[in-house]
């Protein structure tokens, strides 16, 4: 099993998720880490492109449609010696809606995973499986760009992320009336209390305490680090403080920026050529920027 498993996702497409994980595992691998990359981007995999990967003999789809035993068969070697990756799956029908035992299945190989970090790239939007494969990551990364749309989309990804955690957690509580609380919350017109978390922790606290502090304990324990990206000024290194202020506010969580990576037009001219940023312009701004990431991750 991976010592470190990280997930990263960017609510909002477009705003260089795949480029930071690419680039990430590779700086990681160059730290000496023996790191898996694996592309969760189901139906709009590309992180074999960026890693400059041309041909692709195994992919995730051999896995899901039963051709391998395990996720191990479908490793890929990179230039990297302490780099492999697993290729996303693009040609099944509808494997964005992956059944739940299918997932389950998955997400249990991934638990096996023999290296240092397993970096899993994942799909933007907020889909339950995005939800689940973030879950089982201890360490989970979003992307996002300074801009108010991809600020507004973290905050309402994290927010069904809470939302899919109290669900389950209750629901193994065999808490019912707790989770008739949850269900209302989702009509802050009809019910303006329920808000905040805050305010459905405390609802659920009139009715059975026992569940409202075994909560209170879960969203403590969930704390996301926040990557702002494509950053052009100072002054937008401060939508950083915005969105975790919003998302302690209204989801009593704790999350943190740990890294604020510029707009470089190098990242373009790496993609122009189908080589990673970090091999090729190891010096730019970009690259080191993700390298100090690359320390956060290791050392935080």
Partial sequence: MSKRTIAIVGPKGGIGKSTISSNLAIALAEMGKKVTALDLDLGGANLHVLLGIKNVPHSLDDFLLKK????????????????????????????????????????????????????????????????????????????????????????????????????????????????????????????????TINGIIGEIEGINPAAAESSKKMLTDFRPNIVLNMVRSEDETKAGKVICSMLKQYLSIEAKVIASVPSDEMVRRALFKNRPMMLIYPGSPFCLAIKGLAERCIYN
């Fill in 68 to 195: 391998v035993e395990d996720l191990k068969d479908i490793l890929i070697d990179t230039e990297l010696r302490n780099l492999k990756v697993i290729c996303g799956g693009t040609n099944i029908p509808d494997i964005a809606n992956m059944p739940f035992m299918q997932k389950m299945k998955l997400i249990n190989h991934i638990s096996r995973f023999d290296s240092d970090i397993a970096i899993l790239d994942l799909a933007a939007g907020s889909s339950f499986n995005v939800i689940d494969f973030l879950f089982i990551a201890n360490q989970q990364i979003i992307i996002t760009s300074p801009e108010s749309p991809s600020l507004i989309k973290v905050y309402g990804f994290l927010k069904s992320c809470v939302f899919r955690m109290l669900s389950f957690h209750l629901k193994n509580e065999r808490a019912e009336e707790a989770l008739e609380v949850l269900t209302r919350a989702k009509d802050t017109d009809a019910n303006p209390h329920l808000k």
